[in-house]
């Protein structure tokens, strides 16, 4: 890369790990030095302690992607849950488990509770859940008749709200009167979670990095 001032640089890398954070995919050192072409994986981490010593950035020992941005007075650092593909919220479809990226949430308890998935489809488009929005997760068996749930059928996962019909069978309804509601006894349906939020993504979207 061409020389520029240490202060110049540092502000350069300093905005890109904000946006790296703001999209849940904290920075490591490799990434950044592959980012602005530096010669030796130590100039990332020399302008990251700069940051660090100037109250910019604060960093967790022992982590990795351990560089955070600071806190204001009273906040709370976000969760860091995993984005685990997709999800249909349409026609079922088999539920794809690889991780795909990590999304900050301001949720509070065990993050290992919580995880999330991208939405395929427009089932639940008057319910606001929208193709290619992430939908966050709490883990549970059990959800509440009205809960927005991600459900296995058959071993396809969908997004849907959660009915309980006579003689216990489960009923997973859209929100799009186009579609079907999907009927099960309940031995063929295995509740994944509740839907706690809805995230929308206008320009990027999260995607992981390599460690």
């Not at 502000?11 to 954070?21: D, H, K």
């Not at 072409?37 to 604060?58: C, D, I, K, Q, S």
């Not at 007075?73 to 349409?90: C, E, H, M, N, T």
């Not at 799009?176 to 979670?193: C, K, M, Q, W, Y």
Request: charged fraction near 30%; charge should be positive.
């Amino acid at each position: 890369m061409a020389r520029t001032k240490t202060g110049q640089t540092r502000e350069s890398v300093f905005r890109f790990v904000r946006e790296q954070l703001a999209q849940g995919r904290p920075p490591t050192l490799r990434e950044i030095q592959d980012e602005f072409g530096f010669r030796a994986v130590e100039t990332a981490r020399e302008h990251l302690t700069g940051l660090v010593a100037e109250g910019r950035l604060t960093h967790e020992p022992g982590r990795a992607r351990a560089y955070r941005l600071p806190l204001r007075a009273g906040g709370k650092p976000p969760l860091l849950v995993p984005l685990l593909g997709r999800v249909q919220a349409g026609a079922l479809t088999t539920a794809v488990e690889d991780l795909e990226a990590w999304v900050p949430v301001q949720a509070r308890g065990d993050s290992s509770e919580l995880f999330a998935l991208r939405v395929r489809g427009q089932s639940m488009q008057d319910a606001g859940i929208l193709e290619g929005d992430i939908v966050v997760v709490r883990r549970q068996t059990q959800a509440n008749t009205g809960d927005i749930v991600v459900a296995l059928v058959n071993d396809e996962a969908t997004v849907k709200r959660l009915r309980k019909g006579p003689r216990g069978r489960i009923e997973l309804h859209p929100e799009n009167p186009e579609f079907d509601v999907i009927v099960r006894a309940a031995s063929e349906v295995t509740l994944l979670g509740k839907v706690i939020e809805v995230r929308r993504y206008l320009e990027t979207t999260p995607r992981v990095s390599s460690e």
